[in-house]
Nanobody, 120 residues
Framework: QVQLVESGGGLVQPGGSLRLSCAASGIAFSTYEMGWYRQAPGKQRELAARITSVETITYGDSVKGRFIISRDNAKNTVYLQMNSLDLEDTAVYYC??????????????WGQGTQVTVSS
């Protein structure tokens, strides 16, 4: 069974940093595009960052220049380093795994999310 388990969320002050981890099992990790999405109260879910199987990276406009996504295929883990955090970054952050073949999303899996709260 496919499992995506997020960790590293918590409470942080504005301007601080936090590192999220997502450990995947049940998939051929190195062949999957991995991503982080977030959803704030009353808001739609939005892209934070994604990284393809060949390490092409895309960031959402709201986090560009502040967040860094990376992956360790040997550990089946994707990370999101979050720097210069702002109150608007408060959200539940979800890990996503996608298998894409001929530009078609074949498989799509989600973790249960980890809460990030930025507050003074």
């Amino acid at each position: 069974q496919v499992q995506l388990v997020e960790s590293g969320g918590g409470l942080v002050q504005p301007g601080g940093s936090l590192r999220l981890s997502c450990a995947a099992s049940g998939i051929a990790f190195s062949t999957y595009e991995m991503g982080w999405y977030r959803q704030a109260p009353g808001k739609q879910r939005e892209l934070a960052a994604r990284i393809t199987s060949v390490e092409t990276i895309t960031y959402g406009d709201s986090v560009k220049g502040r967040f860094i996504i990376s992956r360790d295929n040997a550990k089946n883990t994707v990370y999101l380093q979050m720097n210069s955090l702002d109150l608007e970054d408060t959200a539940v952050y979800y890990c996503n795994a996608r298998l894409i073949y001929y530009n078609v999303n074949v498989n799509d899996y989600w973790g249960q999310g980890t809460q990030v709260t930025v507050s003074s």
